[in-house]
């Protein structure tokens, strides 16, 4: 962790105007980044990268952890449940998925998001369209931490049991 903030933060001292976040579910992760900055009055403009996956792509996501997206086996777990169902229900819950993640990235403070993985003009109308739903629907932290714990039923989203947050606490 320490090492990424560093990373990020040479960046930024040459010049670089903007943060963009690995992308991945994991909201805690998300938080942690906005403290870091806060915690040393960093006020830089930054994009949460959230990434929509079709059903058919879960597998190759699961398989390939090269590809940069870390998840914990809980969540692969729930992404392989999810992609089990019918089409139209795992789409679905990947939309409200990354709704979800972007009402909760506005609310930890991020300047935007970039979603990934739209691939169709009628699927991107989709996600707008939710997403825009998500942010009236969630204006403070409270009903969103519960709505997004509710949806998740609460896994872990940590890829490792090692130290792997920078702080306490995050998403109490």
């Given at each position: 962790?320490?090492?990424?903030?560093?990373?990020?933060?040479?960046?930024?001292?040459?010049?670089?105007?903007?943060?963009?976040?690995?992308?991945?579910?994991?909201?805690?992760?998300?938080?942690?980044?906005?403290?870091?900055?806060?915690?040393?009055?960093?006020?830089?403009?930054?994009?949460?990268?959230?990434?929509?996956?079709?059903?058919?792509?879960?597998?190759?996501?699961?398989?390939?952890?090269?590809?940069?997206?870390?998840?914990?086996?809980?969540?692969?777990?729930?992404?392989?449940?999810?992609?089990?169902?019918?089409?139209?229900?795992?789409?679905?819950?990947?939309?409200r998925r990354t709704a979800l993640a972007?009402?909760?990235?506005?609310?930890?403070?991020?300047?935007?998001?970039?979603?990934?993985?739209?691939?169709?003009?009628?699927?991107?109308?989709?996600?707008?369209?939710?997403?825009?739903?998500?942010?009236?629907?969630?204006?403070?932290?409270?009903?969103?931490?519960?709505?997004?714990?509710?949806?998740?039923?609460?896994?872990?989203?940590?890829?490792?049991?090692?130290?792997?947050?920078?702080?306490?606490?995050?998403?109490?």
């Amino acid at each position: 962790v320490h090492l990424q903030y560093f990373k990020m933060d040479r960046k930024l001292n040459v010049g670089a105007e903007f943060i963009v976040t690995e992308d991945g579910w994991d909201m805690k992760k998300y938080q942690e980044l906005q403290g870091f900055l806060q915690s040393r009055n960093m006020s830089e403009c930054v994009l949460a990268r959230l990434t929509l996956i079709r059903p058919a792509e879960i597998r190759a996501v699961l398989d390939s952890p090269e590809r940069g997206t870390v998840i914990s086996r809980e969540m692969a777990a729930l992404l392989e449940r999810e992609s089990n169902i019918n089409e139209t229900q795992a789409m679905a819950a990947q939309i409200r998925r990354t709704a979800l993640a972007a009402a909760g990235c506005r609310l930890f403070g991020y300047s935007g998001i970039q979603v990934g993985g739209v691939t169709d003009p009628k699927l991107a109308a989709t996600v707008v369209d939710q997403v825009t739903d998500a942010f009236d629907e969630f204006t403070d932290y409270r009903r969103w931490l519960i709505a997004w714990n509710d949806f998740h039923d609460r896994i872990e989203m940590a890829p490792t049991l090692q130290k792997y947050y920078m702080f306490k606490r995050l998403m109490d």
